[in-house]
């Protein structure tokens, strides 16, 4: 009850629409067998995912390496992390990835957080989902004006293998899909320029 009042009155002293405090939320992923029970989910920022294994040999990694639990190991563990940011979280067992152990965490703002927070004002590129991937997978990216846009995808060698893009695009958000159906399983690259705005990201084909 103390503590109610205190927050209640912290609120007040500082003028703070009680609409836009977002209580942070745990949500449970189970891990048994070979599945992510359940492995698609969407949480609001600041909240905290737990994995739970209750059954075989795992880890839990991100794509893109922001969070880990480390080396598989064998039942029972868990593994928490906290979503600090806006995005797309693809995630993977890396003992079990090619049996389609995966999944990916849905970051969106609190719906009490003002609109102004979800407008596109810069360039980005996003991991592409699914990584690994067999045989295709989704790239998705942002331009914050309308540019000239190219999508490059190379080899591990650097030797360009797909132009999936080359034109001008409005400002806003796109996604693409890559078909390695005709390439070998290694690792691939995909680098976008828009602008003066460059990035380059790493994909992996798994078959």
């Not at 449970?28 to 994995?51: R, Y």
């Not at 890396?94 to 609109?115: A, E, K, L, Q, R």
Request: some cysteine; hydrophobic content about 40%; overall charge negative.
């Amino acid at each position: 009850m103390k503590n109610l009042i205190f927050l209640s009155l912290f609120v007040l002293i500082l003028g703070i629409n009680p609409s836009f405090i977002h209580s942070q939320t745990s949500h449970l992923v189970v891990l048994t067998g070979i599945v992510f029970t359940d492995a698609d989910i969407t949480i609001s920022v600041g909240d905290t995912v737990i994995w739970r294994n209750d059954e075989g040999f795992h880890n839990v990694e991100a794509d893109d390496g922001s969070f880990s639990s480390g080396d598989p190991a064998s039942a029972p563990w868990t593994f928490k992390h906290v979503f600090t940011a806006k995005g797309v979280n693809p995630y993977f067992c890396i003992v079990h990835v090619g049996f389609g152990m995966s999944g990916v965490v849905t970051v969106m703002n609190p719906v009490s957080v003002s609109d102004q927070n979800l407008v596109v004002n810069k360039f980005e590129l996003e991991q592409n989902y699914p990584n690994p991937f067999n045989p295709s997978t989704v790239i998705r990216y942002q331009t914050a004006e309308r540019s000239n846009v190219t999508l490059t995808v190379y080899n591990s060698i650097g030797r360009e293998i797909s132009t999936l893009l080359n034109e001008v695009k409005p400002k806003g958000t796109f996604t693409i899909e890559f078909d390695g159906s005709n390439l070998p399983s290694g690792i691939y690259y995909f680098r976008l320029q828009a602008g003066t705005f460059t990035d380059t990201k790493k994909m992996v084909l798994l078959r």
